[in-house]
């Protein structure tokens, strides 16, 4: 399993990571890894994941991507992920909305460098409305440290209208079916959802 690969290659000067969730995100993002000056890195998923993109999308590198309702400026909790997570992220947004509280979904598919300014005018966008903290809960098949959820902290280290919570890998991994393997780590669509119930 593994679970160390992206802050290993984080760390690295002038290193780029990235972690498409689909077959789209990862054939646009290896056109620009040829094309890029540097060392690149990108992880793969096993699974064989549904098509979230357009073949017409563009997927730079340094981006994002925002799922989301037409209800933006009523939401006050972002779920950050990629990879296999996003998919679990965008699970737990459909049953969330469905009790009533609207989250918005980030695409990280960009880890390093990560959309800081995309992250910040989406935060920015949500404190419009809100006279609350903005809560963002990152979510990553990863070990706890170095991983998303740190490249997350980063980007807001000095913005207290903002709280982050991550779920991630804490536990000595085990064989097991995807699905339980998720609920085990604390990073299924199960876990996100009672995670954010937990912070509204």
């Not at 000095?158 to 085990?184: M, N």
């Not at 876990?191 to 119930?197: P, R, T």
């Amino acid at each position: 399993m593994g679970l160390d690969d992206i802050s290993l290659f984080r760390w690295l000067f002038g290193s780029v990571v990235l972690y498409p969730a689909d077959a789209v995100a990862t054939e646009k993002l290896t056109e620009e890894m040829i094309n890029y000056r540097g060392m690149c890195y990108m992880r793969t998923s096993r699974p064989a994941t549904p098509v979230l993109y357009n073949v017409e999308e563009r997927f730079p590198i340094g981006g994002s991507k925002i799922h989301t309702s037409p209800k933006l400026l009523k939401q006050k909790v972002i779920l950050i992920a990629a990879g296999v997570t996003l998919f679990e992220a965008l699970k737990a947004q459909e049953e969330l909305a469905r009790e009533g509280i609207v989250a918005v979904v980030v695409d990280c598919y960009s880890v390093k460098p990560i959309d800081e300014k995309g992250l910040h005018k989406l935060v920015s966008s949500l404190k419009q409305k809100s006279t609350t903290p903005i809560q963002i809960v990152t979510v990553e098949d990863h070990w706890y440290e170095g991983g998303l959820g740190d490249a997350v902290l980063n980007v807001f280290s000095t913005d207290r209208s903002v709280a982050i919570h991550k779920l991630a890998v804490t536990k000595l991994p085990r064989s097991g079916k995807p699905a339980e393997l998720l609920d085990y780590e604390g990073i299924s669509a199960k876990a996100i959802v009672s995670k954010v119930k937990s912070l509204i």
